[in-house]
């Protein structure tokens, strides 16, 4: 069964600098979508992500952040300037078409020091 | 802005029984979509259930179903026959249809199931 990979699975850095999370989504999927979850606390959304281009964002979502579908697979979070308070699990989302339902890679964990 | 509810923090329940765990939302919508999402301790996101609000019909995914009342815009999710695998976290979310269709999340409620 298709699913939705991330790598790396687990990162750590030094605050302030840059990361890039990638993620594959499921190959025939159009919409894509970043989730961030602080331990302990609830998923929250970030960004989304249709025909190349961002659909929604949410207020946590601010200049330093930035999101790419660099070629036909992949799909990449990138974090310019880390900061302490980004230190959170980072799930990537897909979905084929509109109302269906959105599958979860296992996340990526971040650690920023 | 649509809210997700989740007033149950924590649970347990013994292997073999039923639990339920509660979830309520708010909306002004009318087409909306309704999910239980369960994550163990490896906290991977797993579909558990999904409900559309059009239909009147309770999902059913064999051993979990959901009680869905949309006029009080509450969705809760029962599981039969508990086994020690669906120890986890479980989080219920919202999807309005139209739009970035993103997933609006509850707080979560940590079910344990004891032998």
């Known amino acids: 069964e298709p699913e939705v990979t991330q790598t790396p699975s687990h990162q750590v850095t030094q605050m302030g600098q840059e990361v890039i999370l990638r993620c594959v989504p499921i190959?025939?999927?159009?919409?894509f979508y970043w989730y961030r979850q602080i331990l302990g606390q609830k998923v929250e959304f970030l960004v989304s992500?249709?025909?190349?281009?961002?659909?929604?964002k949410s207020e946590i979502f601010d200049d330093q952040f930035s999101v790419e579908r660099p070629d036909g697979s992949n799909f990449t979070l990138k974090i310019r300037s880390t900061k302490l308070e980004d230190s959170a699990m980072y799930f990537c989302?897909?979905?084929?078409?509109?109302?269906?339902?959105?599958?979860f890679g296992p996340g990526t964990r971040l650690l920023v020091l | 802005a649509q809210t997700v509810t989740q007033s149950q923090p924590e649970m347990s329940v013994q292997e073999a029984e039923t639990v339920t765990l509660s979830c309520t939302y708010d909306?002004?919508?009318?087409?909306?979509?309704l999910f239980w999402y369960k994550q163990p301790p490896s906290r991977q996101m797993i579909l558990v259930i999904r409900?559309?609000?059009?239909?009147?019909q309770n999902a059913t995914e064999n051993r979990f179903s959901v009680n869905f009342q949309k006029a009080a815009k509450s969705f809760s999710l029962k599981i039969s026959d508990s086994q020690l695998g669906d120890t986890a976290m479980y989080f219920c979310?919202?999807?309005?249809?139209?739009?970035?269709?993103?997933?609006?999340f509850g707080k979560g409620t940590k079910l344990t199931v004891n032998p």
């Open positions: 190959s025939n999927h159009l919409y």
């Open positions: 409900q559309e609000a059009y239909k009147q």
């Open positions: 979310a919202f999807m309005n249809q139209g739009g970035s269709e993103k997933l609006v």
């Open positions: 909306t002004s919508e009318s087409n909306y979509y």
């Open positions: 989302a897909s979905r084929r078409e509109s109302r269906e339902t959105q599958y």
């Open positions: 992500f249709y025909n190349n281009e961002i659909s929604e």
